[in-house]
């Protein structure tokens, strides 16, 4: 099940994520603010409206960028992550298999878990580790391991319930 930027939002207001928006790669705002950004690969003009959902997350001089194919960000996702620190850390594992449609699901599972560990004073390095150590090498196995992060979760959103539904 793909999910739209609009379903990120509703998820993301849901579970009171500090979600700073949902953007196409050229849209990113000038002004970068602690929180989350959901990205998604594609141009603005591009007709295809959207490919591939990644992440990137900030908190004070620290900055991740999450990608579930564990590919390296695009020039405009490093311009403004740039703005913030220059050193950054990003995931280099594969956890979403090539036919799946679950990116925008693992990007807003990376804002939940780097939240939860915000909360219990983790870096957000340390939250997305914890995190990250939940997946198989297989990426094949990751989307079972991704909808059982969320069952774990007492109260289900609707677009997350239909993605336990579906898969």
């Not at 995931?91 to 780097?114: H, K, R, T």
Request: net charge negative; aromatic share 14%.
């Amino acid at each position: 099940m793909a999910i739209s930027n609009f379903d990120i939002l509703n998820v993301a207001k849901y579970y009171k994520l500090p979600l700073n928006g949902v953007f196409m790669k050229d849209t990113l705002p000038s002004v970068p603010k602690n929180g989350g950004y959901v990205v998604n690969l594609d141009s603005s003009t591009d007709p295809r409206d959207g490919t591939h959902w990644c992440m990137i997350y900030l908190h004070n001089k620290d900055v991740l960028y999450v990608d579930s194919y564990g590919q390296l960000p695009t020039q405009e996702t490093i311009n403004f992550m740039n703005k913030v620190n220059k050193h950054w850390g990003w995931n280099v594992m594969q956890y979403q298999s090539w036919n799946s449609e679950l990116c925008g699901f693992y990007s807003l599972a990376a804002i939940m878990a780097i939240t939860i560990g915000l909360d219990n004073n983790e870096s957000i390095f340390d939250s997305f580790d914890n995190f990250s150590n939940m997946f198989n090498i297989d990426p094949n196995k990751n989307d079972r391991i991704l909808q059982q992060y969320f069952m774990q979760f007492k109260h289900k959103n609707k677009v997350i319930q239909k993605m336990l539904n579906e898969h």
